[in-house]
């Protein structure tokens, strides 16, 4: 016996698949895609910085550890201000321009919120 997730709209626990491919409340009528719950999850991902601060798209972080780029590009030095970050699922979880340096992917576990 699967359990259904509970109704976003009233919080029902009696909810059932209708046989239309959507999960139904009784007590509110309301109708929704099963895999909605899950998509909404991972809306709500938050990323968060070294000190465990809330990051959001264009925030100003600075970088705490000096970091060695592959390919022999350099190395951005800790203390550098990044303005302007746009956050993303991957690899790396903040896509960023760094001046003198270009665009660039940063861990959030190597910048501080400023």
Known sequence: MSTLPACP??????????GAGL???PECGNEWPPQAEGAAAEAARVW?????NV?????????IKDL????????VKQGTKVKNIRLVD????IDC??????????KTEFVRKA
């Open 97 to 106: 321009k760094i001046d003198g340096f270009g665009q660039m992917g940063l």
């Open 55 to 63: 990051l959001q798209d264009g925030d100003t972080v600075t970088v």
């Open 90 to 93: 991957g690899d790396h979880d």
């Open 9 to 18: 709209q009233c919080a029902s626990t009696y909810t059932y698949d209708n």
């Open 23 to 25: 999960l139904a409340c």
């Open 48 to 52: 968060r910085d070294a000190s465990g």
């Open 68 to 75: 060695k780029l592959k390919g022999g590009g350099g190395t």
